[in-house]
């Protein structure tokens, strides 16, 4: 399905267009009429009209074009082609043996000389179904596919040709080695917390966002039109939650608060915890703040001028240092909105906390990006970041180092234009994550170390859980080498957004990485509760029931370094035992309570102790003594067990290692044949002292053994 700018995870009635969309139709049209003016020539099909790949053929290519008329009817579902000209239609049969696919994808693609244009490509098998598409604004546009053997009609139509020919190819290429090398942390634990029945919105939270304060520790999530107010309580296992509504409104100072929207976003400051609920209006978006967490809201202009009409996203940080007009600076964070329209994305700068923004600048243009943008990120030094799934046929970052003045596009080499927006998290010295479905439907993560301008480390992260199709990724970063990254995957293969033959089940996951993206461990944060069953739309208002949770989700952590993940749920209640999703969006939120944080200052420590000792006196002087040893703490921990006598070191046991809140007996040998009376007998924990614990009190225990 067609997807553009002003036109996708908006909350509309499918089929009806927007302005924005009336706008770029119009554009469309007088492109078309100029060069029809201008005599462009009746364009050509398919050459060659067919051709056959196999494992050992190479690759095919072939040309069509140039073309004239904008066929635009994929707003509406599959592309109409009754026209002439309207579709282009290449026959490809594809051979190959079985087992071929384990390694091997068929990748087609197609490109134009001038990127102002737009084609998109569909792949339809021989029943004439959909199984690939690529509708971006990407240049060129690319289809990845299992290699099945089998016929398959190439579809490319013309959403804007501008009077250009295409390009294109078809051929089998080895898939990517790029597992991510599995990290020896232990996997970090999740528990899931679902919104009270009782609060508003509670089942409506399709793209939901969430922020932490770190003056309070409160949590906040957008559901719709409605704020929650979210604290843990940490001082039981797993931590348990309260939930209140915070939501602006008329009543608390927000004179357009909980009213409507077309898209909802929510941004916390985590320094000053000053919150951020907007609501996109249009042009424009209804905007409040509050900085005491909700007990009243004031007013915001919502962003700058111009801005866009879509997918509006709030985010701040440092200013970056040296700009002279940090001298009239009002709050000391930067706080941005930015939005995408039709041929651009707009990002405007506020100097006073949030209540004004001054002028919108383009960070990019159709020339450089296009599909949707996900949410803007600032560095500890300032630099801000906005993510980009389609920029030059490659996902990547538009970059600003001068507090929003300039931006500059970079993109991640071989990354493939996907169906999610990208997500952006940087470390405490600047270490920069991109976080990118890919257009082969695996789950990447890049690194760069300079601000986004070459890439290290592109992993996929979902290879260990065995991932085949990802959606919604989202990320975040503590200190410089650790970060996580959450996404929506699934281990079944094929059209995820196939409504009537894709069955796969979904859920929740999270990678994380201690050492800078080196590697990486990867746990399923719902593994008994799926968040869809079945197909996921991704394709703006012309989807069925299956567009349920729109477009994104979202993560944060609090002052500790606990990850927060803000999702929405849609299958629940019966659908979790009986395997018929219900297209549910409730709201949910996903938070780490055990494991290494996001910050190595306050991981959780573990606390060997030696809770039991007993002894054994065997008449013929066999003896032995029996130590009971407990991690207390929240980690896991491995270490040796040592035993005295009187003393003297007796053996020191092989390592134990203890889950977090585990028990073991460790059981040492001792001769008593030599020995009368009393004897004390100790077992002592980390003898060598090598654990930080966070008790280093208990680690021993004695007991006095008569032995007759």
């Excluded at 737009?118 to 792949?123: A, E």
């Excluded at 033959?501 to 990678?511: K, S």
């Excluded at 969006?585 to 007993?614: C, E, H, K, W």
Aim: charged content about 10%; overall charge negative.
């Amino acid at each position: 399905m067609r997807r553009y700018p002003g036109m996708l995870s908006m909350r509309r009635t499918p089929g009806i267009k927007t302005p924005s969309a009336r706008r770029r139709l119009a554009l469309v049209a007088v492109a078309a009429t100029a060069l029809a003016i201008s005599g462009v020539v009746t364009a050509s099909g398919a050459t060659p009209a067919a051709g056959t790949v196999t494992d050992t053929s190479g690759a095919k290519t072939w040309t069509g074009g140039p073309f004239l008329t904008p066929n635009v009817t994929a707003q509406a579902g599959d592309p109409v082609c009754t026209l002439p000209q309207s579709c282009d239609d290449y026959a490809l049969t594809v051979s190959t043996p079985a087992g071929y696919g384990d390694t091997n994808n068929l990748k087609i693609s197609v490109g134009w000389p001038n990127s102002a244009a737009d084609f998109d490509v569909y792949v339809l098998n021989s029943a004439g179904a959909v199984v690939g598409t690529a509708a971006s604004s990407a240049d060129p546009e690319v289809v990845v596919l299992p290699p099945t053997s089998g016929t398959y009609t190439v579809r490319v139509v013309p959403f804007a040709p501008l009077g250009q020919s295409y390009s294109a190819s078809a051929g089998m290429v080895a898939k990517a080695t790029d597992g991510a090398p599995p990290s020896s942390a232990t996997p970090p634990s999740m528990a899931n917390y679902g919104a009270p029945e009782s609060l508003p919105d509670a089942h409506n939270a399709g793209e939901p966002s969430i922020g932490n304060s770190f003056k309070t520790g409160s949590t906040f999530y957008q559901s719709y039109l409605s704020t929650y107010k979210v604290t843990f309580n940490d001082a039981v296992t797993p931590p348990a939650a309260s939930w209140a509504d915070v939501s602006a409104k008329a009543a608390n100072g927000c004179l357009v608060g909980s009213t409507a929207s077309l898209d909802p976003i929510l941004y916390t400051d985590q320094t000053t915890g000053r919150t951020f609920e907007s609501q996109l209006s249009g042009l424009n978006s209804l905007t409040c703040y509050t900085d005491n967490e909700g007990a009243t809201w004031n007013p915001s202009t919502g962003g700058g001028i111009p801005s866009g009409v879509d997918h509006q996203t709030l985010g701040g940080g440092n200013f970056v240092a040296g700009d002279p007009l940090n001298a009239v600076n009002l709050y000391p964070r930067a706080v941005y909105y930015c939005s995408q329209d039709i041929a651009t994305a707009f990002c405007a700068l506020s100097r006073d906390g949030g209540t004004t923004f001054g002028v919108g600048v383009p960070v990019y243009s159709l020339l450089d990006c296009g599909g949707l943008h996900g949410h803007i990120q600032v560095a500890p030094d300032g630099t801000a970041y906005v993510p980009n799934k389609s920029c030059g046929g490659a996902q990547g970052v538009t970059v600003s180092t001068d507090n929003g003045k300039t931006w500059t596009v970079h993109t991640v080499p071989n990354s493939i234009p996907g169906d999610s927006d990208p997500a952006v998290s940087i470390g405490a010295n600047g270490t920069v994550y991109l976080a990118y479905a890919n257009g082969d439907g695996t789950q990447h993560v890049a690194v760069s170390h300079d601000k986004g301008a070459t890439w290290a480390r592109d992993f996929n992260v979902g290879a260990s859980a065995g991932i085949k199709n990802v959606v919604f990724p989202t990320a975040v970063a503590g200190d410089d080498n650790r970060a996580a990254v959450s996404f929506i995957g699934t281990t079944t293969a094929g059209n995820y957004q196939d409504a009537a033959n894709f069955h796969g089940i979904w859920h929740l996951y999270t990678a994380f990485t201690y050492d800078g993206g080196q590697s990486w461990v990867t746990v399923d944060d719902t593994p008994n509760d799926p968040v869809q069953i079945g197909s996921i739309c991704t394709g703006g208002t012309t989807c069925g029931n299956d567009r349920n949770l729109l477009d994104f989700i979202g993560s944060t952590i609090d002052k500790q370094g606990w990850v927060e993940v803000a999702y929405a749920d849609g299958c629940t209640g019966s659908c979790v035992t009986s395997g018929v999703n219900n297209f549910d969006a409730y709201a949910t939120i996903a938070r780490q309570y055990a494991g290494l944080t996001m910050f190595a200052a306050n991981d959780p420590l573990p606390n060997v102790a030696v809770s039991g000792l007993t002894s054994a006196v065997a008449t013929n002087g066999s003896s032995s003594i029996t130590a009971t040893v407990t991690n207390l703490g929240k980690s896991a921990v491995t270490t040796p067990v040592q035993f005295t006598v009187n003393g003297k070191v007796l053996s020191t046991s092989a390592p134990v290692t203890l889950a977090a809140g585990q028990s073991k007996t460790v059981t040492a040998a001792w001769s008593t044949k030599q020995l009368k009376g009393s004897q004390t007998v100790q077992a002592l924990a980390d003898p060598a002292n090598a654990l930080t614990e966070s008790n280093e009190a208990d680690n021993r225990r004695s007991i006095s053994v008569a032995v007759k």
